[in-house]
């Protein structure tokens, strides 16, 4: 047997799939070991179009959830110092988790045995990312010791000292103390960003100054409270992209660090709300040490105190169509990001996906969220600030911009596109035409998305000529680069519940045989028997087609049975393509 050479990975940067296949190999193993690959693991990895709501990646690009530096270390492939070190860390903190939360002497060994032979593995043949295997360890802890979240306890007690130090006089004081006239703007409008950027500034220092929930009987004096302030500056980058000149205001999706922080951080969301924004706060699905978790807003008293008012959205996998009607109905949203770890985009939920896509902007808190985004060289698809103190125990305000030639569609412009859609489709009815919709295949096959569209171009061409009398709307006509599928659903779910169709017609085996045959060409083998009941997204649309003759019982289904449809799940976040029948 020929031997295998290990291939030149290069540059974190520059990792790609397709240039070589023994790369390719080490690359599927690398994320497998990680438990990150969705080819292997769909139903707890997210997918590549669901990573590209928040990922701007390239072809063939790859998204790794860690700093450039670490996957550097793992790429050598033997112990590397820095590689070896952030395993002990992770150790120590697994060990202190025993130690102190183990409810008996018999169960404490054994699981101290079991994490061990996980760690000496991870650490014998180090593939494993740092934060992996702090998940992996965790979670043998959490399930082996019968607990849920070990530092309940502890959070509500961070938070009952932040608020506690909230409340006292002097801090009352100090965060309420007027300026004065140093204030150089000219106009009221001005005058009053300058406050709110003070205020803001101000609450966003508190949120990282520790001793305040960390220390029990820390009772810091006005003067060194007003000390403290004074060292964090407003930032010029936090003014410049709160800019009141901005034509609209913002949707931000608000990633906090800490027990204790959190406290401040709400009063900071707080002045964002004030201030015209949309905030949605994303918290941890569980136990992950000191950051708060969704369990934590419903049931710490301090917090849910200091969430009174927001909308908390449980649904994991909320549509496009569920989250935006949300932010619109209430413009402080608490969601969970659907993991129990560092920031890692595979492992968050739907909801969580779709509000970042949805967000103009992303305010991510504490060192941890700083290394996952700032310290890679992959771009995201919204514009970055992650806030820390720096190495001076300053506070630190980094941006990071979104890639400038990303095209993404807002809701009005997706909404301007539907509304001009129904407009003619409200002409055609008014001179006497009958309007129908076509549902077909478009990318449920992968690698055959230019394929489905000859098919349906050149078989709604066939219908047009066929039927007198008739506008066919083909949503093959109707797209434009940038847009995903989620994009789609939602512009095309307005258009089908405009009660303008009269017929609603979905794609048998017999259209797509005539396709093939207008186009001179025989079945291919992968197109064999497939029609609409084949793609998700058609199955979507069913449920909503039944739902809209319910409402307009005269409008004519066409095409394949509808129960037959139902065999499907929902379909893929994000995705073009098919989402496999579901396992009975």
Known sequence: MTPVHFPTIGQPSELRYGKDPLLDAWLLHFMSENHIEHSIDPLRNASPEQIRFMAALGPDEIYVPCSDAMLGHLLEKHQEPSLMDAYARVWRQVLELIESHCPGEYEKMMILALCDHKYRQAVNAPVLIPSRLLKRLTSIFLAQAGQDDPHRDRKRLMNRRAARFLDSHAMSAALGTCPGLSFHCATIRDMRFDLDMLEITRLLCLSVWSRVWEEDAFNPSPEQIEQELTRCSSSEVLRRVLDPGRPKSMKIL????SAGGIVFDILAVRALLRM??????????????DAPTIWDAEEDPVLVQALAGARILADPRM????????????????????????????????????????SDLVIAKGEQNHRRIMQTSVKFTRDVVCIRLDSGDDLNAEFKPRPSGLRSFTEPEITAKADAIIARMRAEKASGKTVMFYSAIVGSIPHETDTAIRVL???????????????????????????????????????????????????????????????????PPVWAGKDATFSTGCTKEMHIALDVQR???EMQLIGP????????????????????????
């Open 254 to 257: 608000y990633l906090p660090d």
């Open 276 to 289: 015209g924004h949309r905030v949605i706060l994303a918290l941890k699905d569980g136990f992950f040490f």
């Open 319 to 358: 549509s496009k169509n569920g989250l935006l009607q949300a932010i619109k109905e209430n413009p402080f949203l608490v969601i969970s990001d659907g993991s129990r770890e560092r920031l890692n985009l595979y492992k968050t939920s739907v909801t969580f996906a779709r509000a970042w896509k949805e």
């Open 457 to 523: 171009n050149a078989f709604v061409k066939h219908l047009r000529a066929r039927l007198a009398g008739t506008f066919i709307i083909s949503p093959a006509e109707h797209f434009e680069e940038g847009m995903d599928a989620d994009d789609l659903m939602f512009m095309w779910e307005k258009v089908q519940r405009s009660g303008y169709i009269n017929v609603w017609r979905f794609q048998t085996s017999q259209d797509i045989e005539t396709a093939f045959e207008l186009m001179g060409r025989t079945v």
């Open 551 to 553: 409402a307009h019982p």
């Open 561 to 584: 049975d509808p129960e037959k449809f139902f065999r499907r799940r929902e379909y893929g976040v994000g995705k073009f393509f098919d989402a496999a029948i579901a396992s009975r």
